[in-house]
């Protein structure tokens, strides 16, 4: 099916794309952030779990707001929040002020991806998850610069704040952007309460009964195929937060360099969603998924094991190719799955997002602080079976249940 790169199509993929080049400068920064400080791994891992509860802030209040501001209004707030919240990281004077930055900017750049999403499966029904691809594949190769910036600026003597107020200043000018080029709107409103009506509360009925209202909840194939979207963002958080000190331990090699190293596995993830984009329209969604975690298996057996820095790189390029698919495909697997409630199923995601992303690097952190970092990177393979076997079960439950909208497109 054709897919039909409108202005507003270009303003999700732009909005997406500003999310990921902060999301990719926060996990890199953490090990450096926490060498300024001289916090231990395990503080350090509070880094995660403030940008995870900006993410839980935005699936439990986001669809609310999204309702009573609707999609673009909702976009031109989240980024002057991300400016504000670049704002203070540049100034942060100790390392509390790092966590209040990181939490408000995961709010503004969670907010941002989640109306971004949504609007491009709206916008593109059956194309929905070629759209998300390129949204994601863009978002990839801005991102990649995050980690060469960061090297690039610790080893001039710039220091990492350099890159924060690259994000303030790549936000104005999104939020003045999105004020005239609206996203696609919502073609419903629903109804959204707490977090369990977030998750079970459904789209105010159109019938005209007179009784209590029906409530319809969410199929049992999505809600299976949230652990999959767990498998794909913690395997991706976890290297991104700590790869570059796991790959400094395996061979040896300074932080600084390793920083700027973690570009290559960000790299891989933008050529795999290059070519992953075409893919989606020969293959099954579940078989992109299944040779995803293959290839990111292999490419992080290398990196987890080998000696040599020249090992470790190929093996962030080749997980970055295994990770390149799994979050766009798994979330449009998810949402083909949501019964057409796609701004509610989008902030339950939020909220397994938020939950992943600050778990995953908080707790190897933990564990790399007492039984070191390569025995702590034992999460990645554990996650990757674990989203394997998830797909598998949504697809046989979507066999006898629910068709996904998407899991074949046209030539």
Do not use: K
């Not at 610790?154 to 939020?175: D, E, K, N, S, Y």
């Not at 099954?284 to 470790?312: D, E, K, M, Q, T």
């Amino acid at each position: 099916m054709h897919l039909d790169r409108d202005a507003g199509t270009r303003m999700a993929y732009a909005s997406i794309a500003t999310w990921a080049f902060f999301l990719y400068f926060v996990g890199p920064v953490t090990p450096l952030v926490a060498a300024q400080w001289g916090v231990s791994s395990q503080l350090a891992g509070l880094i995660g779990m403030a940008l995870a509860g900006g993410l839980i802030t935005v699936g439990l209040l986001g669809a609310p707001l999204v309702t009573r501001w609707g999609r673009q209004g909702s976009g031109i707030r989240a980024a002057v929040l991300l400016a504000g919240a670049a704002g203070v990281l540049v100034v942060a004077p100790a390392f509390p002020f790092v966590l209040l930055g990181v939490y408000l900017g995961a709010c503004a750049g969670a907010l941002l991806m989640n109306v971004a999403t949504a609007a491009l499966a709206d916008r593109h029904g059956s194309a929905g998850p070629r759209a998300l691809t390129e949204a994601n594949a863009a978002a990839a190769w801005i991102g990649l610069l995050s980690p060469l910036l960061l090297g690039l600026a610790i080893g001039t003597g710039f220091g990492w704040r350099v890159v924060a107020a690259v994000v303030a200043v790549v936000a104005v000018p999104l939020g003045i952007v999105l004020s005239r080029v609206p996203l696609v709107e919502s073609s419903h409103r629903h109804r959204v309460l707490d977090v369990a009506d977030t998750a079970f509360e459904v789209d105010e009925p159109t019938s005209t009964s007179t009784g209590p209202a029906m409530r319809r909840p969410l199929p049992r194939s999505f809600l299976v195929s949230l652990a999959a979207i767990v498998s794909a963002v913690g395997t991706e958080v976890a290297l991104n937060f700590w790869g570059a000190v796991l790959l400094s331990a395996r061979t040896g090699a300074d932080l600084a360099m390793t920083t700027a190293a973690l570009s290559v596995l960000i790299a891989g993830i933008a050529v795999g969603r290059t070519v992953g984009a075409s893919l989606t329209r020969r293959f099954p969604v579940a078989r992109l998924i299944y040779v995803s975690l293959a290839l990111a298996s292999a490419g992080f057996l290398i990196v987890w094991v080998s000696p040599w820095l020249a090992a470790g790189i190929g093996g962030l390029f080749v997980t970055g190719l295994g990770f390149a698919l799994l979050f766009p495909l798994t979330s449009s697997l998810a949402l083909s799955h949501a019964g057409g409630q796609t701004d509610r199923a989008m902030a339950i995601i939020a909220v397994v997002i938020g939950a992943t992303m600050g778990a995953a690097p908080f707790l190897l952190g933990a564990v790399a602080g007492t039984v070191g970092v390569t025995a702590g990177f034992v999460i990645v393979p554990v996650l990757l079976l674990v989203g394997a076997a998830a797909v598998r079960v949504v697809t046989r439950i979507g066999r006898d249940s629910v068709t996904p909208i998407a899991t074949r497109l046209p030539l």
